[in-house]
C-alpha cells in the first residue's frame, strides 16, 4: 500500500507515520516549507524519516509566506503566549494559516498520482476542529471527492484517521507504537527548546497529562 503522508514533524503526524508503517503502508512522507517561525519541525521530521530509513521529500513553498497571513508566517504578529491553566481556544485564532491544508493536500495528490499511490494521509484530530475548517471530517470528504475527479482515479483516498480522535488519544496511541515523543517538535517559537507557553505547547502539556503518559519534552517552563 504506497500511502503519501503529510509529515510535520510534530507529535501527532509522527505518530500518524508509525502507525501507517504498523499497519504495513509504504510510506512517503512530505514536509512543507512554508515560511513558518517553527521550521525546526522539519529538522524533527529528517531525524524521524532517517531513523526509519524512508523516502522523506521536504518541498519549500516559503513564497507563499506573504499571502498566507498568520502569527506562524507574519515577522510582524507575536506568538501569542498562553498563562498556565488558562483556556487558549482564543489565542488559536492568529495562528491559524489560511487553507494551509488543502494547499498541501493539493500538492500530495499531485504527488501520489506520480507515484502510483492512492492514499494521502494527514493528521488532523478532532481537538483541532473548532478553530481550523481545513481539519474538519467534512473539508475532508470534499477534499477526497474533488481529489477523485481531479486526478480521475475513482480509487483516490484522502483520510485524517485522528478527526474523531482528540489529541490525548493520538498520545496514548503514540505510546502504544513507542513513538519517539522527544524526537517530535510542537512549539509555534522554534526555539532550541520547547517554550511550554504558546499554545501548541500548553496543547501538548495538556494532552500528556490527559493521556497519563509521560512527557519526555523539555520545556523552558
Known sequence: MK?????SGGLDSTTLLYKLINEGHEVYP?????GQKHCKESESAKEITNILKINHKIIDITALQ?????????PSISIPTVPSGSQFYETLKTTVVPNRNAIFLAIAAGYAQSIKADNIFFAAHYSD????PDCRSEFISAFEKMTKLSLDNSNASVSSPFAKINKSGV???GDSLN?????????YEGKDRHCGRCSACRERKNAFVE??????TDYIE
Open 30 to 34: 512530505l514536509t512543507f516549507l512554508y
Open 129 to 132: 476542529r473548532g478553530m481550523y
Open 3 to 7: 500511502s503519501v503522508l503529510i509529515f
Open 179 to 187: 513513538v519517539p515523543f522527544q524526537l517530535t517538535w510542537s512549539c
Open 66 to 74: 506573504s499571502v498566507l497571513d498568520s502569527a506562524l508566517t507574519n
Open 211 to 216: 493521556a497519563s503518559v509521560y512527557d519526555p
Open 171 to 173: 498520545v496514548k496511541i
